[in-house]
Nanobody
Framework: QVQLVESGGGLVQAGGSLRLSCAAS????????MGWFRQAPGKEREFVAA????????YYADSVKGRFTISRDNAKNTVYLQMNSLKPEDTAVYYC?????????????????????WGQGTQVTVSS
């Protein structure tokens, strides 16, 4: 069993930055791929970023590429999402998730169904 707890959300002006953290319990965190998703009111949950267990491969949605950076510290059982140049359309609840199965194709890590464990979410609000 893995428990995930997000933190770092808040209110920020457009152009500002936030760093989200996701702390994981469980001794096998380092073996899991981790992802960030977000859900805005009235919209479906969408993929934001993912990182493989080693941190050597990262994937991003086109909408955040060049602005967001996903990273992980396996010694601290924590994954991060650094968000820069924030826009009002980035406003959403952000969720981290853990995937226990390995897939060679990155496509799988962009889909919510790949992930087995989810955090409770943290609100990010970007004002214009």
């Amino acid at each position: 069993q893995v428990q995930l707890v997000e933190s770092g959300g808040g209110l920020v002006q457009a152009g500002g930055s936030l760093r989200l953290s996701c702390a994981a319990s469980g001794r096998t965190f380092s073996g899991y791929a981790m992802g960030w998703f977000r859900q805005a009111p009235g919209k479906e949950r969408e993929f934001v970023a993912a990182i493989r267990w080693s941190g050597s491969s990262t994937y991003y949605a086109d909408s955040v590429k060049g602005r967001f950076t996903i990273s992980r510290d396996n010694a601290k059982n924590t994954v991060y999402l650094q968000m820069n140049s924030l826009k009002p359309e980035d406003t959403a609840v952000y969720y981290c998730a853990a995937a226990t199965r390995y897939y060679s194709a990155k496509y799988y890590y962009t889909g919510a169904s790949t992930y087995d464990y989810w955090g409770q979410g943290t609100q990010v609000t970007v004002s214009s």
